[in-house]
T-cell receptor, first 115, second 109 residues
């Protein structure tokens, strides 16, 4: 059974650029959630996708967008990067909705630095 | 959204039990309580979850207060590999899992 993988591991961008982060879900999982984790803080929920549809969103602006593909892999896109977007971006997959007591399996994250 | 409060940090001696407390006074009747932990330079890892009854698994036990306003994660014998940040999470809906700042657990050899 393959776990959750994310790419790239590290990324450096400049302010105003756009970035795409990728996530491959654990085999058989149809739900993916994305989180932003600033240094020294807990992960903050960005949004969740269930069967290719956005299923919920946290307090993040529209320049944070996502996609989930038929094979349940996912992308996080961030436009017009700001310095405060520097963080570890985590994706987590689960079977079913993120609710109802389902266990989420996290990837190792992508470290984004915005200069 | 239901919020959780946890101690910023705790210490434990190796091979002793550890009780990590969490308050979630605004929890609703259908909200699950989850615990995750995060080791340095890794993504969070599931530990345990429950709704109303106490739960046990190979990693830990979860004790839930009768009024569900608090819970305690119990590591029966702390090891050095248990040193991590532990997050208590109340899952308020099908689309939001809210992490707090967590408790940083140090294990002393």
């Amino acid at each position: 059974e393959t776990g959750v993988t994310q790419s790239p591991t590290h990324l450096i961008k400049t302010r105003g650029q756009q970035v795409t982060l990728r996530c491959s879900s654990q085999s058989g999982h149809n739900t993916v959630s994305w989180y932003q984790q600033a240094l020294g803080q807990g992960p903050q929920f960005i949004f969740q996708y269930y069967r290719e549809e956005e299923n919920g969103r946290g307090n993040f602006p529209p320049r944070f967008s996502g996609l989930q593909f038929p094979n349940y892999s996912s992308e996080l896109n961030v436009n017009a990067l700001e310095l405060d977007d520097s963080a570890l971006y985590l994706c987590a997959s689960s079977l079913g909705y993120g609710g109802g007591g389902n266990e989420q399996f996290f990837g190792p994250g992508t470290r984004l630095t915005v200069l | 959204d239901a919020k959780t409060t946890q101690p910023n940090s705790m210490e434990s001696n190796e091979e002793e039990p550890v009780h990590l407390p969490c308050n979630h006074s605004t929890i609703s009747g259908t909200d699950y309580i989850h615990w995750y932990r995060q080791l340095p330079s890794q993504g969070p890892e599931y530990v345990i979850h429950g709704l109303t009854s106490n739960v046990n698994n190979r990693m830990a036990s979860l004790a839930i207060a009768e009024d569900r306003k608090s819970s305690t994660l119990i590591l029966h014998r702390a090891t050095l590999r248990d040193a991590a940040v532990y997050y208590c999470i109340v899952e308020t809906s099908y689309d939001k899992v809210i992490f707090g700042p967590g408790t940083s657990l140090s294990v002393i050899p």
